[in-house]
């Protein structure tokens, strides 16, 4: 049965079907699927594969997006189910990430963020319109590996040079 489950749920994510997805991750920590297996066997490779498709072209970024959404309604079902059980996902290194001070997109941001995370990273999302004292300040809190600076529009790039300067 779980193998039919891990499919069911990789499948909600490539379809962007957060429906689906949450309810597959409700299911799965019924039948007690450990959670740590839900997440690494069935949504991971779910979220890689239209990441794989993606770079071929083959998937767009509407397509990234619904699927970022349903892998995070799944995860909104099984972390803290995965926290109670004081489960451990394998974690790869520390990440800060945020949109510079002016700036309040965030799409790209969240897609980003969360490929890193379902790739097994720690990430800390500082949000938008981040001043460089707050990523500084957020880099040393959590010992971050990596800080990622995100701008959309052309009028707060400028912020990113003075983001990488406090740092």
Request: glycine share 8%; aromatic share 4%; no cysteine.
């Amino acid at each position: 049965m779980s193998d039919e489950l891990f499919a069911a749920l990789r499948q909600s994510v490539i379809d962007g079907d957060a429906v689906q997805s949450a309810t597959l991750a409700q299911q799965a920590l019924d039948d007690g699927v450990p959670p740590l297996d839900a997440i690494e066997i069935g949504l991971v490779p779910g979220l890689s594969y239209v990441g794989e498709q993606f770079g071929l072209g083959e998937l767009f970024l509407p397509d990234m997006m619904l699927a970022a959404r349903a892998m995070q309604k799944a995860l909104d079902i099984l972390e803290p189910e995965l926290q109670a059980q004081s489960a451990q996902r394998k974690v790869v290194g520390r990440v800060v990430i945020g949109t510079v001070k002016g700036d309040i997109h965030e799409i790209g941001k969240n897609l980003v963020g969360m490929m890193l995370s379902t790739s097994g990273f720690e990430v800390h999302d500082l949000g938008v319109d981040v001043a460089p004292d707050r990523f500084v300040e957020a880099a040393r809190e959590h010992d971050a590996d990596i800080v990622g600076v995100s701008a959309l529009l052309t009028t707060t790039m400028l912020q990113i040079r003075q983001t990488i300067r406090a740092l």
